[in-house]
């Protein structure tokens, strides 16, 4: 009986192995370039800010489909329209938080919590009793996103999240504009 296993398994080259180990794909970009590029709009009515932000990742925990990352972000903002009596508004954040990915053969989604500061500066018409404000204040995020992976590793969808100040004082009436609900259009190359 067991010559005729062993005859079996050579005449059907069964390879007989431990489990194979995974191989680690390298990343196409280098750890100093950005991984994810976005542009949207910041809706805080009436003020509607333009949004671009850039963000690095590092991978804490990467598996084929899924990946929890540390994410750092930068952008910028300049708010298209500003209620009555304020000229204009810019808002600068730099975030540190972490995300979720997750990416099947056609689809992706995922989501981040960001945190971190911003650095907003409004300006008022004459006559308004207002003065420059130029403030440094802490600020919080979340964002879901969901796309289409395109190539191999580069991705392309849509976002929708929502940001607000830890503090918002009434001496700095602009601070009630800051944040808001966000959405608009990622591109991300992991």
């Given amino acids: 009986m067991h010559v005729l296993a062993l005859a079996l398994a050579s005449a059907l080259a069964v390879e007989i192995s431990g489990p194979e180990t995974l191989k680690r794909e390298a990343h196409p970009v280098p750890a100093w370039l950005p991984r994810t590029a976005s542009v949207g709009m910041v809706v805080n009515p009436p003020a509607i800010t333009l949004d671009v932000r850039l963000a690095w990742e590092i991978g804490v925990i990467e598996q084929p489909r899924n990946h929890l990352v540390i994410m750092v972000e930068l952008g910028t903002g300049l708010a298209l329209t500003t209620p009555k009596g304020l000229k ?17 053969e056609l689809f992706h989604w995922g989501f981040s919590v960001l945190t971190g500061p911003m650095w907003y500066r409004s300006a008022y018409g004459p006559n308004t009793g207002f003065d420059f404000e130029s403030r440094v204040v802490t600020y919080s995020e979340i964002t879901g996103q969901v796309g289409l992976k395109l190539l191999e590793h580069f991705i392309v969808g849509i976002y929708l999240g929502y940001g607000a100040p830890w503090d918002v004082s009434t001496r700095f009436p602009s ?16």
Avoid: D, K, P
């Fill in 88 to 104: 204009n508004m810019y808002q600068h954040v730099a975030m540190l938080g972490f995300g979720y990915r997750s990416t099947r």
């Fill in 175 to 190: 601070s009630i504009y800051l944040g808001g609900f966000r959405f608009g259009f990622f591109a991300e190359w992991r």
